[in-house]
């Protein structure tokens, strides 16, 4: 079956450093997709990216569909950054694990 | 504009209860999808529907049924309810047939004891 694997699994920051989320997926359907899940559960679309790069306010995502990744760059972040990050790739989006991401003030 | 809605927003049953879980959505979108989210972990994907009238297994569509009752609603059923179904339910729709932005509801916690 599809395989989506996102790495880091945890991730701690400080307020106002840079990250790097990464997302590998086996599928070579492009159907790409990036979300956020607050500490409240609420799952927030944050990118729809089958190919090329997307830039929303301190966030950006670029998939590179021939070789079948996508990576998520949050700069300055915030606190309510924080929660976990899932990618979402396939036909019936299969989706990773997360990362879970904590910016400490 | 409410996007996709499901009800309960929580719901406890004991083991062998029987329940739907609703869910409606505003988009006209095509697509429609029920997945589970378990502690610490990803969504699963249960069941998808990929226009009115059809619908397909995902990757854990056991002791659960659906029914695309329109193109708005899509309904989970759990005929007869199981500790190991306790979990966290999130509905979704898309524009599209198979893919497209995806955009989920607030989720419906169900505990089965």
């Known amino acids: 079956g599809i395989q989506v694997e996102q790495s880091p699994p945890d991730l701690i920051l400080q307020e106002g450093a840079n990250s790097t989320l990464r997302c590998n997926f086996s599928d070579s359907v492009n159907n790409l997709q990036w979300f956020h899940q607050n500490p409240w559960g609420q799952l927030i679309n944050l990118f729809y990216?089958?190919?090329g790069t997307k830039q929303n306010g301190r966030l950006s995502a670029t998939t590179v569909a021939t070789e079948r990744y996508s990576l998520l760059y949050i700069s300055s972040s915030q606190t309510t950054d924080s929660g976990v990050y899932f990618c979402?790739?396939?036909?019936?989006?299969?989706f990773g694990q997360g990362t879970e991401l904590s910016v400490k003030p | 504009n409410a996007g996709v809605t499901q009800t309960p927003k929580f719901q406890v049953l004991k083991t062998g209860q029987s329940m739907t879980l609703q869910c409606a959505q505003d988009?006209?979108?095509?697509?429609m999808y029920w997945y589970r989210q378990d502690p610490g972990m990803g969504l699963r994907l249960i069941y998808y529907?990929?226009?009115?009238?059809?619908?397909d297994k995902g990757e854990v569509p056991n002791g659960y049924n659906v029914s695309r009752l329109n193109k708005r609603e899509f309904s989970l059923r759990l005929e007869s309810a199981a500790p190991s179904q306790t979990s966290v339910y999130f509905c979704a729709s898309i524009t599209g047939l198979a893919w497209g932005e995806q955009y989920f509801g607030p989720g419906t916690r169900l505990t089965v004891t």
């Open positions: 979402a790739s396939g036909g019936k989006l299969i």
């Open positions: 988009m006209n979108h095509n697509s």
């Open positions: 990216i089958p190919s």
């Open positions: 529907s990929a226009s009115e009238g059809t619908t």
